[in-house]
Nanobody, 128 residues
Framework: QVQLVESGGGSVQAGGSLRLSCAAS?????????LGWFRQAPGKERQGVAA????????YYADSVKGRFTISQGAAKNTLYLQMNSLKPEDTAMYYC????????????????????WGQGTQVTVSS
């Protein structure tokens, strides 16, 4: 299955920016995927931040990050990015990338339960 490794997390002051990267391996070139970024703070549920389906359709952004975060793929299509601008303390969480092969996931791409493949997570801490 797809293997995912996140990087780019760290500590940043409120108002700052950070770019998370997710390196994918074992991704099938002739297959569409749901690709998403999720975050989980201690004691809270894992929540969708941004998600795309490589076969097309709308990009999902959580209301809390709209206008601040951007999900994108690298030119080689094996890297997923999350550009995070105007960071707020409430963005503090462990951030995970996720991938799910196929077609059926596209409607649920904003939900963690739609994904079987997850990275190990990268911590983002935003201080006031």
């Amino acid at each position: 299955q797809v293997q995912l490794v996140e990087s780019g997390g760290g500590s940043v002051q409120a108002g700052g920016s950070l770019r998370l990267s997710c390196a994918a391996s074992r991704m099938m070139e002739d297959t569409n995927y749901c690709l998403g970024w999720f975050r989980q703070a201690p004691g809270k549920e894992r929540q969708g931040v941004a998600a795309v389906y490589t076969g097309g359709g709308s990009t999902y952004y959580a209301d809390s990050v709209k206008g601040r975060f951007t999900i994108s793929q690298g030119a080689a299509k094996n890297t997923l990015y999350l550009q995070m601008n105007s960071l707020k303390p409430e963005d503090t969480a462990m951030y995970y990338c996720a991938a799910e092969r196929g077609w059926s996931c596209r409607v649920r791409k904003h939900l963690a339960i739609a994904y079987a493949n997850w990275g190990q997570g990268t911590q983002v801490t935003v201080s006031s």
